[in-house]
């Protein structure tokens, strides 16, 4: 859901903007992070098919928009182009309308003086706390160029292992639905028809073809229910999954299925990694660093044991005891961070098992893409086969009674 607010921060300066969120609560408690004072906050749009989500898809900026853009600040900024300038040309010369006009906003924002980070920080439905943290570390160090270069990096790597990890599901979940609904149409209107056949010639049918024709005559007389039962049960999820108990039922459904989940683990543990990493080298402190990183995980199991962590952080508890007491974190993990806490080298650290698990997850996709084609083709063909032949066989019986 989109929502857009009215906010102070603690200076008393009027912000307003747009924040995304699955809930109203949910949103004002990542803008009151910000450090920001919610006056007013209301979910923009109706409750149609926009409130389904329609209308933040075909306005949603993607990520890869997001990459190019800190690309072309950081080669303007070594350049030694202005900040304005590069505002203004970018935001002149930017082809996605909802990106342009955020960033028209953006330098009208720098224009008047306030901080980049504080302009970036207005758009949170583009730039995440992550990023505006970053950018606010480079300002205060004065490298703002590098840290744009770096942001660049970290995000273009985020997005090509997200893309690599989606792309290896599309498939196989295209092909099973491909598969679902020609067997639906085959089970509702052309088995019935064949099955008439079969019984008006008297035989004794296998066991095999009463099942299918049992349910084919099943499906073809509650094909009505059995749509709205599909339809219920989408509009249930649609609406809880958005909740808080929907998104911590789906994390951990994520993490529970055989194979995927444990790539969707690895995936999530490299991009802890890689934030905390990124983040602390950039000189943000590691209590903020733990806390941006849960906003941005992308599951509400790890998002839970961050959010822990940065909590018993400020208690004097270290790094790698806190994630050492949950099993979603690989002892491997937790050794090795605990390493670089008595060593002092936890950046360093950090960046390895980044490399290490981007590394696993290139591995798990490949693997996965290479079983999924011979898997797909052995059990679409024993379902293809039982039904063929569940309809030939006793056709071919009458036939050879003749």
């Known amino acids: 859901m989109l929502f857009s607010f009215e906010a102070t921060n603690k ?56 990459v190019i853009l800190s690309r072309q600040i950081a080669t303007l900024f070594e350049a030694k182009v202005s900040v304005l300038s590069t505002f203004r040309l970018i935001a002149v010369e930017n082809s996605n309308p909802v990106l342009q006009k955020k960033l028209t906003q953006v330098t009208d924002d720098v224009k008047t003086g306030v901080p980049i980070s504080t302009a970036l920080a207005k758009h949170p439905d583009v730039f995440t706390d992550f990023y505006v943290n970053m950018v606010r570390s480079g300002e205060e160090s004065g490298k703002l160029a590098e840290t744009f270069t770096y942001l660049a990096d970290y995000l273009d790597r985020s997005y090509a292992l997200m893309s690599k990890a989606k792309n290896a599901l599309i498939y196989p979940i295209f092909v099973i639905l491909s598969f679902v609904a020609v067997m639906v149409l085959m089970m509702t209107f052309v088995i019935p028809r064949l099955s008439e056949i079969l019984i008006e010639t008297g035989q004794e049918l296998p066991i095999y073809t009463k099942v299918v024709i049992g349910l084919s005559q099943f499906m ?31 994390s951990r459904f994520k993490l529970s299925i055989p ?27 590691m209590v903020r660093s733990i806390e941006i990183t849960a906003e941005v995980v992308g599951n509400d199991v790890y998002r839970e044991i961050l959010e822990e962590a940065a909590d018993l952080i400020k208690s004097g ?29 936890l950046t360093f650290v950090l960046g390895t098992l980044s490399k290490f698990y981007q590394r696993e997850v290139d591995n798990e996709v490949d693997t996965l893409v290479g079983l999924i084609e011979p898997a797909m083709i052995v059990l679409l063909g024993l379902a293809v086969g039982i039904l063929l032949t569940s309809v030939l066989v006793p056709i071919y019986n009458v036939a050879s009674g003749f």
């Open 11 to 66: 200076n008393g300066q009027g912000q307003n903007g747009s924040i995304e969120a699955p809930t109203r609560d949910v949103a004002i408690g990542a803008l009151q992070k910000r450090g920001l004072i919610v006056i007013n906050i209301k979910e923009e749009g109706d409750h149609g098919l926009w409130g389904l989500g329609l209308k933040s898809i075909l306005n949603r900026v993607h990520p890869r928009d997001v």
């Open 220 to 250: 073809a007389d509650y094909i009505l229910l059995l749509v709205v039962l599909v339809v219920v049960i989408i509009a249930f999820l649609l609406k809880y999954l958005p909740t808080e108990a929907g998104r911590m039922a789906s």
């Open 259 to 285: 194979y995927v989940g444990n790539l969707y683990r690895k995936l999530y543990l490299s991009r802890i990694a890689d934030n905390l990493n990124t983040l602390i080298t950039s000189g943000v402190s």
């Open 317 to 345: 508890n270290s790094v790698s005891e806190i994630l050492s007491r949950h099993k979603e974190i690989p002892s491997i993990m937790s050794q090795m961070i605990k390493v670089g806490e008595e060593s002092g080298k």
